[in-house]
Each structure stands twice: as structure tokens, then as C-alpha cells.
């Protein structure tokens, strides 16, 4: 490695705040080296239209940053972690993860709390697992498909196109935009996908010199929580038309994995938890994994990946 690294981003302002903040960690540690940061345009910044669950393929914010560290126009690419797919591609690996911000979803609305919502109220959200765990607790409300960055979102609350939207607590909280939450949704009710509320880093596999670079930004606590959500994720099969969620929480040693997977029309939702060891991760995704096939399951993924 020479001693200029360059950090690749979306381009959003939620992406480039939290690349700017990697960067800034790295940086302080290691005054010797210049660092760029570079914005890269994905297909799903690019498709601000179609519905995440019905865009082609997998890793829709993801691959051409995958595609610059293959091809060496980057050595760093910095990804909200819950639009990292399982599989990644070979000659890649997932070099660190941040410590977990607040995984909930939030509601952002003109005034009222999910519970206080007229019946009928249009709540925005651009994910399918939102869509069914707000179906399942008001039904009366109405889900509006939604894309689109942040602030773009929640323009459309205080434009009165919409009541109110969901979306990750950690989006605002490090955009500095705490205030605009309305409330915090029970993960009882709203389950958050594997990886939300973090960050992955991924760098090329072998590259040890970046690995060491970037081995401070590892919260080891939240990597084994990670593990497991994704370890359920990829056992089941399901990618991002699935609406499946998955936290994991480790207290004193011990890994509780809870898990949701829905069918599409949000009819039939699924819930479940397993405890082990979090010295072993993956065994514990699994475990919930097979639990939940066991339950039926399958039927429901296999519905929701058919295009």
C-alpha cells in the first residue's frame, strides 16, 4: 500500500456523513497517510422508481463500489451494512463493522405517534418488511411505496403527500436529525433488517495492510450480533424481496437471535428466537434459521423471491 488511501461512498448525504466519519477515525489514527474520499453512483441511487423488491438482482447500493475495489480505484468502500447481500464476491471481504447505532425504526410524522394515526393515514416506507410489520399492527393505515434519499423522504411529510414515514433511527441520528423523530417503533412490532443500525467496511481479500488499517473500526460485540443476522439471512435464502428481519442482542456472553420472515402480503408473519454462544455466531443464525423452516417458512421466501 502506498501512503494514499482512497475511501469510495454513495453519494447521498447520509453516506457521505458516514463515510466522512470513517474517514475522520482513520485519519486521526494514522497522520502519516492521505486519504481521499471518492463518490461513486449506484443503480439503486440511480432508480429512485421502482420498489427495492422488485428491482433485478441483489446489492442494488452496493456493486459498482464492490466493482472499484476489484478493479483498484478504491481501496475501501464504506456500505450501510444492513444493503450488504451475504454472498460477496470473490476477491472481497467484509473487513470490519462498526459499532451499532440505534437499530429501531422510527416514525416521522406531523405530530401524532403510530397508535394516534387517523385509519386510513399514508405512511411511506420503501421496504416490503416495514410495509407487512405495519399492516400487522394497523391494519387501517395505508402503506405508500417510497424511494428516495432522507430528506427527500421526510420533505414529503411536511408537504402533507404523506402522514408520516418510517425509517432507520440511525439514518437521523447521524444526520444529527433526532428532533424530527416523532417516535421509536417497538422492535416488539418493528423488527429491523440484519445489519441495520451499523456499518460495514469492506476492503479486497489479502490486502493486509488496508485489514490493519482498518482493524480499529471493528466493535468486535456488534460483528458477532452481524454475524448471526446474516448467517439467518443466508441459510434462509432470502435477499432484499424477502421480508425477513433479524437482531441480534448479546448480553454476558450470550447471543439472542430474534427473527421475522412474512409472506409478501403480510398475512402471515412469522416470529421466533434462539440463545447460544456468541463466540459462535453463524451457529446461532442458523439454529433460527432451521426454526423458522421448520415453522413454514419457506413457502413464504419462496413466494417473495419469485419476480
Not at 94 to 102: F, S, Y
Amino acid at each position: 500500500m502506498t501512503n494514499r488511501v482512497v475511501i469510495g461512498s454513495r453519494g447521498s448525504q447520509l453516506a457521505r456523513t458516514q463515510s466522512e466519519l470513517v474517514l475522520s477515525i482513520l485519519k486521526e489514527a494514522n497522520p502519516q497517510l492521505n486519504f481521499n474520499l471518492v463518490g461513486i453512483v449506484t443503480s439503486g441511487d440511480r432508480n429512485h422508481r421502482t420498489p427495492l423488491d422488485r428491482m433485478p438482482g441483489v446489492g442494488v447500493f452496493v456493486k459498482e463500489l464492490e466493482a472499484a475495489l476489484l478493479d483498484g480505484r478504491i481501496d475501501v468502500a464504506v456500505h450501510s451494512l444492513k444493503d450488504m447481500p451475504t454472498d460477496i464476491p470473490r476477491g472481497l471481504c467484509l473487513g470490519a463493522v462498526m459499532e451499532r447505532a440505534d437499530p429501531r425504526d422510527v416514525l416521522v410524522s406531523s405530530g401524532p405517534g403510530l397508535a394516534e394515526l387517523s385509519p386510513g393515514s399514508r405512511i411511506g416506507t420503501g421496504s416490503l418488511r416495514r410495509a407487512v410489520q405495519l399492516k400487522a399492527y394497523r391494519p387501517d393505515l395505508k402503506a405508500r411505496s417510497l424511494r428516495g434519499n432522507v430528506d427527500t423522504r421526510l420533505r414529503k411529510v411536511s408537504s402533507g403527500e404523506l402522514d408520516a414515514v418510517i425509517v432507520a433511527a440511525a439514518a437521523l441520528i447521524r444526520l444529527g436529525w433526532q428532533d424530527r423523530i416523532t417516535e421509536y417503533l417497538p422492535l416488539e412490532h418493528f423488527l429491523p433488517p440484519a445489519g441495520q443500525g451499523t456499518l460495514g467496511i469492506e476492503i479486497r481479500s489479502g490486502d493486509e495492510q488496508v485489514a490493519r488499517l482498518i482493524s480499529i473500526l471493528n466493535h468486535w460485540s456488534t460483528y458477532q450480533s452481524v454475524a448471526a443476522e446474516r448467517a439467518f439471512l443466508r441459510f434462509l435464502g432470502g435477499g432484499c424481496r424477502a421480508p425477513i428481519a433479524a437482531l441480534g442482542i448479546i448480553e454476558s456472553n450470550v447471543l439472542k437471535l430474534i427473527g421475522m420472515v412474512a409472506d409478501a402480503s403480510g398475512n402471515n408473519i412469522l416470529h421466533a428466537s434462539v440463545e447460544g454462544s456468541a463466540t459462535d455466531p453463524e451457529r446461532v443464525g442458523e439454529q433460527l434459521a432451521q426454526h423458522m423452516l421448520a415453522l413454514g417458512a419457506s413457502k413464504f421466501i419462496a413466494k417473495a423471491v419469485t419476480p
